[in-house]
């Protein structure tokens, strides 16, 4: 998410389980054709399912919800069709992977249910992904997403998903990766912004039309970028926006704030076909001069939350990157006989102009590794790609002196990338890019303590890459192996790595 693995507060008090509960985000990271909507997922009386719809069968793909509030919840069932109490799926809950706590046959034939503890007995929200298995998972399905409190179903007050089109007067460069049609992505980490290059954000607007005349007695704003509270201080954010119907107008003060706000309209708008925001008034950014605005949603005289679904821009490619769009890669190297693990990294480039890095990152206060995502934009620039987002470990941290956990906080990042096939780099460069995974799966403390030992570079299924007594010979090794699988490279000063396609591939195991 983040995807959609950004979890954000709303500022709001803590739901009662026994009430309605509000869901404000619901999305898919990618949905095949005949894919129930994710909120149908979340209704006892659906009687469809969810299954990726990308060009693979859907490895680092999945789905997120949101509660408006946190929510009190003891357990999380994730109804599906696998059986394999192993199968390398995840559920994170509030941004952390959570532990399978058991799952059991459901009622319905050729059905399984996999139960989740609930850490702490507090959601806001849940990221589901699939993760990769050699094979993929051609034929997989999601049919139901149940939260439980005090042994009870919860009660959820589910948004509702209105067709609609967004216009904006103004899009910052590249448009794909600003566009307004982000308002209602449901990731936080995706924003309308104005282009700052030539207008400093007062009266620049954006223009919702609905399939459908609405009544609106409200709208949720997430103020700014809410990507991370750096990129949200940076960059400009709305002090005042006035908000019309072509017929009436209201203007309201927005908060300077991370996280959701609810702003009532003193006149609820009747019958609306369409809805202008306009803003009157900004925050400057301490460093960009863009004005953003991550989210929005409206709420109804139902006071159900509405969310428009505007189709969005789709990046330009390129011949090079075609083949790779909506796929997942895996790295090709697992792990090495100095430094015993799983050092796999998985990279996903989306048609839709975004992208998602898992992988390992060190952590020195703990000295080990933890996992990192990486996870933003993606852009062409002439025969290489510019990404960038945010940095951030997928997984919480204990200090042993005071025993807090924490998680560490997200970083800004953009970097090119040079997207090549293991031939078509030059002998210098393919013996710089087996130094740089030498590095990612060792240290140098980790082969100086060898002393002459054989070393080993291992690959999927624990198949051996390289064997050598010393770096160079091992290196040596390794280069000749990878002309062999000739696989995809990519090369940055942020990535480099060597892949192949997930679902060919498989996962990296624990070795050594």
């Known amino acids: 998410m983040r995807i959609l693995t950004a979890v954000l507060a709303l500022g709001f008090s803590t739901a009662s389980a026994w009430a309605a509960i509000s869901v404000i985000a619901v999305a898919a990271t990618s949905s095949s054709a005949p894919s129930a909507p994710v909120n149908c997922l979340l209704d006892p009386g659906c009687k469809g399912a969810w299954s990726p719809g990308s060009a693979d069968s859907g490895a680092n793909e999945g789905v997120y919800v949101q509660f408006e509030t946190a929510t009190e919840v003891e357990s999380v069932e994730l109804t599906t069709n696998v059986k394999n109490a192993d199968a390398p799926f995840t559920l994170s809950i509030n941004g952390t992977v959570a532990k399978l706590a058991s799952t059991k046959p459901a009622p319905e034939p050729g059905r399984y249910i996999a139960r989740y503890a609930v850490p702490g007995n507090r959601v806001k929200s849940i990221f589901f992904r699939l993760g990769v298995q050699k094979g993929g998972w051609r034929g997989f399905q999601l049919y139901a997403i149940r939260f439980y409190s005090q042994s009870k ?23 794909v990766a600003y566009q307004p049609a982000n308002l209602f992505d449901s990731r936080y980490d995706f924003a309308w912004s104005i282009n700052g290059q030539t207008s400093k954000g007062k009266g620049e607007s954006v223009e919702i039309k609905f399939s459908r005349p609405q009544n609106l007695s409200a709208m949720m704003l997430w103020n700014g970028y809410q990507r991370s509270e750096v990129h949200f201080k940076a960059n400009g954010r709305v002090a005042k926006v006035a908000v019309s119907d072509g017929t009436s ?3 309201f003060p927005v908060a300077d704030k991370m996280g959701g706000q609810r702003i009532q309209f003193a006149n609820p708008f009747k019958n609306v076909s369409s809805l202008k925001l306009t803003i009157e008034e900004v925050v400057r950014g301490a460093k960009y001069p863009d004005v953003l605005i991550s989210e929005l949603r409206f709420i109804d005289d139902q006071n159900r939350v509405l969310i428009p679904q505007a189709q969005g821009m789709i990046p330009a490619s390129s011949p090079l990157l075609e083949p790779l769009l909506d796929k997942s890669l895996s790295s090709v190297v697992c792990s090495s006989s100095v430094a015993p693990g799983n050092f796999q990294r998985n990279l996903r480039l989306r048609r839709d102009g975004s992208f998602v890095i898992y992988g390992k990152a060190h952590d020195e206060e703990e000295n080990k590794k933890t996992d990192q995502v990486m996870e933003g934009n993606w852009e062409v620039r002439g025969a290489e790609i510019r990404i960038f987002g945010k940095r951030y470990a997928d997984t919480v941290t204990r200090n042993e002196y005071s025993q807090k956990t924490a998680k560490a906080p997200p970083s800004i990042f953009q970097s090119d990338l040079k997207v090549a096939k293991f031939s078509d780099l030059t002998s210098a460069q393919q013996q710089q890019l087996a130094e740089l995974i030498w590095t990612r799966i060792s240290s140098k403390a980790d082969w100086q303590e060898v002393n002459g030992a054989q070393m080993e570079i291992q690959g999927v299924d624990h198949r051996t890459l390289a064997r050598g007594a010393d770096e160079k010979i091992l290196l040596g090794d390794l280069v000749k192996t990878l002309r062999s699988i000739n696989p995809w490279t990519v090369s940055s000063p942020l990535v480099a790595d060597a892949f192949l396609f997930s679902d060919d591939l498989g996962a990296c195991a624990a070795t050594f």
């Open 249 to 251: 107008s209201s203007s």
């Open 153 to 175: 179903v919860l009660d959820l007050a589910l948004p509702v998903l209105v067709p609609a089109s967004v216009t904006a007067t103004s899009v910052l460069e590249p448009q």
